[in-house]
């Protein structure tokens, strides 16, 4: 059995997506495709634009086999533990063979070089970054930077393996990541990239002709009346569900995030600020002196970005207050499954035999299941799954349903 597993969020399922899932299949010759994709909030520090079972309806529907939810403490953290989470998740599972991702590198030669690197911290590293830090730079641009350094010290031939271009980008940086978690973990999952097609990461304007990021579809979707742009630009069966969802209001953008964070602003001592992940007492006390600049979410991480913090850092730290989010494990202690083809059920057997962690199809069942610390974590996230679920009901009219209460997908081809 060959398995590929993938770290996602489908925000939404684009066409780049189903070219991966195309690419695993067809050239890895994989027999089943695990996605550990983000719930209900996601790694920029925001909520997911679908809600998470229709999201993962749509990568079933596109040719996935298995959808686990990659719980928030993860899904809403900073590269290098959204990344750690994710991989401990397809490892814990015993069954994945290789981790495909999609970079602008190509090739996971100078990936896994400078992942050796990062884990290990050589002494020359850790002085270039304690330098580019004290002048003021980013913990990631100055450790960009001080990689970039430490790799021109290298023997030439090493250093050949690394191109300009690795540690400029979103995307191989995220590679770089996983290719960390992959070794600190020894997993024998092997680390695959398939090289990006279509828009930069960052583009928020559609191009004809051309795989639009997801930043440019939510871009699109939050101003538009017609669909029918994205429709081209989005295979059919995930399309369908989004178009659904708009047509009901069943859908979750920063803005929906105005209020409530207003309330917890208001309610919360710098303390309190303080004992959230990402949430220095320096940015808090920052926050506290700023309240009356207030005017929403996106706004206000606007307005508190200096040169050392940026905007998607205070995102991150904003969304962990307004979720009760205190620190991030470094990994997955369960196993949750939102949904599985219905034809998939050998890999199912297969990963209960061989899984290292608790899998959990029916949440009532979780509590026996669980150690403290784990329960702890799952119920973290129920309660912002619960959330966004009110964001959801006060927009569409309809009765709130609990997160224990959700049921997973179960896709009939």
């Known amino acids: ?81 959204f990344a750690h989470g994710g991989v401990s998740l397809l490892n814990g599972l015993g069954v994945v063979d290789q981790l495909c991702f999609g970079s602008e590198e190509g090739n996971t030669e100078g990936m896994l070089l400078a992942a050796r690197i990062l884990n290990q911290e050589p002494a020359e590293y850790q002085t270039l970054l304690q330098t580019y830090l004290k002048q003021g730079m980013s913990f990631p641009a100055a450790r960009n930077k001080a990689l970039n350094n430490y790799l021109r010290l290298l023997p030439g031939s090493t250093h050949q393996t690394v191109s300009p271009e690795l540690l400029s980008s979103p995307n191989n940086i995220l590679g770089i990541e ?156 369960y196993c949750r499954i939102l949904g599985f083809r219905k034809e998939s059920a050998p890999l199912l057997s297969e990963i209960k035999k061989n899984s290292s962690l608790p899998l959990i199809t029916k949440m009532a069942d979780a509590k026996e299941l669980l150690s403290p610390k784990d329960r702890k974590l799952l119920d973290t996230n129920t309660e912002a799954s619960n959330i966004y679920e009110s964001i959801l009901c006060h927009k569409t009219g309809r009765a709130f349903r609990h997160e224990y209460q959700k049921q997973i997908v179960i896709f009939t081809h």
């Open 1 to 81: 059995m060959n398995v590929t597993g993938i770290i996602a969020e489908y925000n939404p399922f684009h066409m780049g997506h189903l070219h991966q899932i195309k690419y695993i299949k067809e050239t890895l010759q994989s027999d089943y495709i695990v996605i550990a994709m983000s719930g209900d909030f996601v790694q920029r520090g925001a909520p997911g634009l679908l809600p998470k079972h229709i999201r993962a309806e749509m990568a079933l529907r596109c040719g996935a086999d298995l959808v686990l939810e990659l719980p928030v403490q993860f899904s809403s953290a900073s590269a290098e533990f």
């Open 178 to 333: 996983y290719c960390r978690a992959i070794l600190s973990l020894n997993s024998h999952m092997k680390p695959v990239t398939l090289k990006r097609k279509g828009n930069d990461y960052h583009e928020n304007t559609l191009s004809k002709g051309q795989l639009p990021s997801a930043s440019a579809i939510r871009s699109f979707l939050q101003k538009a009346k017609d669909l029918s742009p994205v429709g081209e630009m989005l295979p059919e069966p995930a399309f369908e569900l989004l178009q659904k969802a708009f047509l009901q209001g069943a859908y979750v953008t920063e803005d929906d995030l105005d209020l409530l964070l207003h309330y917890k602003l208001l309610s919360s001592s710098a303390e309190e600020l303080a004992a959230c992940a990402d949430l220095s007492p320096q940015l808090a006390d920052r926050i506290r002196n700023q309240l009356n600049h207030y005017q929403g979410f996106a706004q206000f991480a606007e307005h508190l970005k200096t040169k050392e913090l940026t905007r998607t850092r205070i995102q991150r730290a904003l969304l962990h207050l307004l979720l009760n989010i205190k620190e991030t494990p470094r990994e997955a202690g």
